[in-house]
């Protein structure tokens, strides 16, 4: 193994210490394997990781050496961008926050080189803004307390690649390395493309693992799109009621988006509210903050079911629902 300095990172050792704190480590090589470092004390262990294909990086918050990082995931969310996992996600976040039982660990797929910029960040370049965002959700990861933060640093062309085989086996690896028992993804039905194909890579990956060591829930999350439409019964509803201060410390990390132009702080804050108060037309709201994810557990569990059929049954018993409402008017 080479010296710590001739790592490649997209960030300093100095830069990444400042902004976390305590020197968690990470650092990658561009190719090939992405290696692991941590600094304590002054000394330097070093860890090797599986392979990870493209530019990855990886963040221990809290310094604990890597095994322990990736076997105490309880909660996984996988993400296509930087601040997807504290939107869709939260309620894995909370969960975990504070438990020594229970631990998130994310991963992030992209390289965050084609998000928004505007305002300040408009003459940001594209590799600048890919610094920028890489940072910024190391921050969100420390304040969230995350097991551990992986960042693959894929270009979105690759993820949303159907040929290519990059992506699924990145997570392939993380998933092996920390088999957790609840993973939160993006839903089938969300309308950005890159979400669909991180969706799509991930599944692939879920589908290698031995069926005995898969996770016992998958939930596709809300993103470009909600999930209001499902019927109520096959809603999966996630109360993150009273955990406001840390959703707005989460937010707020990602100012390179939010000061940009894009108020995603304000927009998933009053997405949760309309879960909790739009759900139940004859009884008083029972929550304030609410998450709504649609169960993918039975496409993780069974290989033979078919993405686009689940998915459109799903469309289809709206569809039932909406018709059936309006027929004793419109239907004689």
Request: hydrophobic share 40%; aromatic share 8%; charged share 25%.
């Amino acid at each position: 193994m080479r010296a710590l300095e001739s790592f490649h990172t997209g960030n300093s050792p100095q830069v990444c210490k400042d902004l976390l704190g305590r020197t968690p480590l990470f650092l990658s090589e561009s190719q090939s394997i992405a290696s692991v470092a941590f600094i304590a004390d002054g000394s330097v262990p070093m860890v090797e990781l599986p392979l990870l294909a493209g530019n990855s990086t990886i963040c221990v918050p809290d310094s604990v050496a890597m095994p322990e990082a990736l076997g105490r995931v309880t909660h996984l969310g996988v993400g296509a961008h930087q601040d997807d996992l504290e939107f869709m996600a939260f309620q894995g976040i909370a969960e975990c926050y504070g438990s020594h039982e229970l631990w998130f660990g994310g991963v992030t797929c992209t390289d965050g080189k084609g998000s928004s910029r505007n305002l300040a960040y408009a003459n940001l370049s594209s590799d600048e803004l890919a610094a920028l965002r890489r940072q910024e959700q190391e921050e969100a990861a420390r304040i969230g307390r995350f097991g551990i933060m992986i960042q693959l640093g894929h270009a979105s062309s690759e993820a949303t690649n159907p040929q290519s085989d990059l992506l699924p086996n990145d997570l392939f690896q993380i998933l092996t390395a920390t088999r957790p028992r609840i993973v939160y993804t993006h839903s089938p039905a969300d309308k950005h493309r890159t979400h669909l194909g991180v969706f799509a890579a991930l599944l692939q990956a879920l589908r290698r693992m031995p069926t005995v060591d898969r996770p016992s829930k998958v939930i596709g999350c809300e993103g470009w799109r909600d999930l209001d439409w499902l019927c109520d019964g096959e809603k999966v509803r996630m109360d993150v009621s009273g955990r406001g201060d840390l959703a707005e410390k989460l937010n707020s990390v990602f100012a390179s988006q939010i000061a940009g132009g894009k108020r995603y702080d304000l927009a998933v804050t009053g997405r949760r509210a309309a879960n909790a108060t739009f759900y139940e037309p004859r009884e008083g709201d029972h929550a304030s903050q609410v998450l709504v994810g649609i169960d993918l557990t039975p496409l993780v569990m069974d290989d033979s079911i078919d993405v686009i059929d689940f998915t459109r049954g799903f469309i289809r018993r709206f569809e039932d629902e909406v018709v059936h409402g309006l027929t004793p008017y419109f239907r004689k």
